[in-house]
């Protein structure tokens, strides 16, 4: 096992480049499969770094007929005809769209690689119209209906969200590149969209009414990502490697790695899905860090917190109506959806009879990077003092130095802005439990707030500790009501 190489496809979304390299590629063809074999025109929501690009880079090779890549696959099984078709395959994702004028010219270079090959008439003079002109062209060059793939066809949304008059710009002009689409449905053999917004919520698709939305689709739930069955079998070999460089068991390292990486569902009945990103990169590095949120930091959506005055408690558990994934994101007015459609929040279950979704933290990883980018928005500390605050503060529970711990926890509090408002218990709870969910990424910590519980309690191998937090009240009064609720009886 020691000298068994792998190749991991890091910074890799090429399917035809991952395959002649013979880079590591979790077989998910017969889905894909599934998916071309079944309908026409799709529509695929997932949080970034989650597979789509080589998702559409895999569909590409398909529809073009690359045979020999998937060689070995399930498709190779599947598929008998292997049809040649004109593929015009979009993706916005390669720039940033500060200023309308920055789109146009990222469609306009699109389109003349696409005249080049197909031609253009006189009087093609709009994006529609070009594009229009360009898949009936295909169609009629090559005797094959055309293909469309688009990637991240939010990008250029979501690069002006805080702007709400570049917004309804860029959206006039994707209104107007896309309108062909669904006129062009004779010419088209298959039509698949990626991105992280939901589309209905974009409207720029209002002509696109055959659009099938597999976004929370049973069926498809898997189609990015990896699941535990395909960790076990198809990369069993990682996970052996991993527990070896790590010095532990090969049970301990699959109990590591779902606990840091697993946990995302995307449908009611969706198996565990791990972050393939952060997965295969900890195979790559041989050791479990946080490579999926290092990778961006949400101060949008922090923002969008703070301007809401959300209860970011809830984010360890909170309901969710089936609209509530489908509310418009030029006038947010609840941040809930953009954090199930960025990552940070994930299905974990589902009640039928409401009709309630419930959401939490996916993982590990998720909770840990989130909370440390949440703490400079309330605590005026830089993010690396916060972690060192947490830590040193573990280090003195463990040897028993409580008066050293308190004045860790007054300096920490000392450094709150004066303008805010102290005298609200709720600032100080959100607080506290910002504290205490950090200190729970290293030691076991339980937050509740609930009546009748204790406000947090942290265990440690040999102790147990009960806090009870007073904003106006005395240790005094604090320490009477742990005794008289009882709240250490339960870790007896």
Avoid at 124 to 134: A, H, M, P, Q
Wanted: with cysteine; hydrophobic share 35%; charged share 25%.
């Amino acid at each position: 096992m020691e000298g068994t190489f792998r190749r991991y496809p890091i910074g890799i979304q090429d399917f035809e480049q991952l395959r002649n390299n013979k880079y590591i590629y979790v077989d998910k063809t017969a889905l894909i499969y599934q998916l071309v074999s079944t309908n026409t025109v799709y529509f695929l929501s997932r949080p970034r770094r989650f597979g789509k690009s080589l998702l559409i880079s895999t569909l590409e090779a398909y529809f073009l007929g690359k045979k020999e890549l998937f060689n070995g696959l399930d498709m190779e099984q599947l598929e008998k005809d292997w049809t040649v078709y004109p593929v015009l395959h979009i993706d916005f994702s390669g720039s940033k769209y500060m200023e309308a004028e920055s789109l146009r010219a990222s469609i306009n270079v699109q389109l003349l690689l696409w005249e080049n090959v197909y031609g253009r008439q006189e009087g093609e003079d709009t994006f529609s119209l070009r594009l229009e002109g360009i898949i009936r062209r295909a169609y009629e060059q090559t005797g094959q209906q055309v293909v469309v793939l688009v990637d991240e066809y939010d990008a250029p949304m979501l690069d002006s969200n805080n702007n709400h008059e570049l917004q309804h710009e860029i959206r006039g002009i994707m209104r107007d590149f896309f309108s062909p689409l669904k006129k062009s449905g004779k010419y088209l053999r298959f039509l698949f969209l990626t991105g992280i917004s939901k589309f209905s919520q974009m409207s720029i698709f209002s002509e696109l009414n055959n659009l099938q939305n597999v976004s929370m689709s049973d069926n498809y739930s898997t189609i990015c990502g990896i699941t535990e069955q395909e960790l076990l079998t198809q990369m069993k070999i990682d996970v052996e490697q991993m527990a070896q460089a790590n010095d532990e068991t090969y049970e301990e390292a699959c109990a590591h790695l779902k606990k840091q990486y697993d946990g995302y569902h995307f449908s009611k009945s969706c198996v565990d899905v791990y972050n393939p990103f952060s997965l295969i990169n900890a195979f790559a590095q041989k050791s479990y860090e946080n490579y999926w949120f290092s990778t961006g930091t949400p101060t949008f959506l922090i923002e969008l917190l703070q301007q809401m005055n959300f209860d970011i408690r809830l984010l360890d558990r909170m309901d969710a109506k089936p609209e509530d994934f489908d509310k418009a994101t030029d006038c947010l007015t609840d941040p809930i959806p953009v954090l199930y459609q960025s990552g940070y929040l994930t299905i974990k279950g589902y009640d039928p009879d409401f009709q309630l979704y419930t959401l939490a933290y996916p993982n590990k990883e998720v909770r840990k990077g989130f909370i440390e980018s949440l703490m400079p928005a309330y605590v005026h500390l830089p993010a690396r003092e916060n972690t060192f605050y947490v830590v040193s503060f573990i280090k003195d529970l463990r040897i028993g130095h409580l008066e050293e711990c308190l004045e860790r926890l007054k300096s920490f509090f000392a450094s709150i802005p004066n303008k805010l408002n102290n005298k609200e218990e709720k600032h100080y709870q959100t607080i506290f439990y910002l504290f205490f969910r950090l200190m729970g990424q290293y030691i076991d910590v339980e937050v509740d707030t609930a009546i009748g519980r204790a406000d947090a309690v942290v265990k440690l191998q040999d102790t147990i500790y009960v806090f009870e937090f007073k904003v106006d009240g005395t240790p005094e009064e604090a320490l009477t009501q742990i005794n008289s609720k009882k709240y250490a009886i339960p870790y007896q």
